[in-house]
Every structure is written in C-alpha cells, then in structure tokens.
C-alpha cells in the first residue's frame, strides 16, 4: 500500500508560479510511475503531467507542456509538480497518483493510489 498526502496548493495571480508536492509512504517509492491530475469545476478529472519510474521520462497534457514541470526524489520519497506562467484556466484541485510501473514511459490509464487532492486557484 502506498499512502500519498499532497501539498503546496493555495492562491496565485495569473503568470505567477507555485510547486506542488507530494509526499509518499509505505511502499518502496521506486517501482512506481507518478502522475498528477487535476479536475476544475463542472469538469472531469484529466491527467497533467506523469514521471516514468525507470529512466524518470516525463509526459505532459498538451495544456501544460511548457509550463509545468513534473520531477521526482526517490530517495525523500516525494514528488513534484513545478507550474509557472498559471492561467485563470488552471484552476482546479489537483490530485497526486501512483501507478506500480518498471516502465521507461507512463501515461494517465489505471492508477493504483490517490492522493486526497489540493487547491490550486489562479485569481487576480
């Protein structure tokens, strides 16, 4: 079982930057593919950005490609998502994941573990 507790989200003005993290527990962190996802008001839930578990190769949403930034610690056992340039559009609660993985690529099918999400909300 992998336990994982978001953080870092709150209010940011448009073109501003804010980093998520998310902190993972109870499991060997290594063997997993790590994403982040976000679902806005009135929408559903879409991936934004993954992290491979082997070789660490990002994918990004085309949405965000540019602007964010996904990165992982294995040896703190944490993972971000770095997001500059945020847009009113970007607004959402944002939910870490884990999918057990020894792939070179991921994707945003068939997680294994959520987080409990956090608020990100890009307002002047």
């Known amino acids: 079982q992998l336990q994982l507790v978001e953080s870092g989200g709150g209010l940011v003005q448009p073109g501003g930057s804010l980093r998520l993290s998310c902190e993972a527990s109870?499991?060997?962190?290594?063997?997993?593919?790590l994403a982040w996802f976000r679902q806005a008001p009135g929408k559903e839930r879409e991936g934004v950005a993954c992290?491979?578990?082997?070789?660490?190769?990002?994918n990004y949403a085309n949405a965000v490609n540019g602007r964010f930034t996904i990165s992982r610690d294995n040896a703190k056992n944490v993972f971000y998502l770095q997001m500059n340039n945020l847009k009113p559009e970007d607004t959402a609660v944002y939910y870490c994941?884990?999918?057990?993985?020894?792939?070179?690529?991921?994707?945003?099918?068939?997680?294994?573990?959520w987080g409990e999400g956090a608020l990100v909300t890009v307002s002047s």
């Open positions: 994941a884990a999918q057990v993985s020894i792939e070179t690529e991921c994707d945003f099918d068939g997680m294994d573990y």
């Open positions: 109870g499991s060997t962190f290594n063997y997993y593919a």
């Open positions: 992290i491979s578990s082997t070789l660490h190769v990002p």
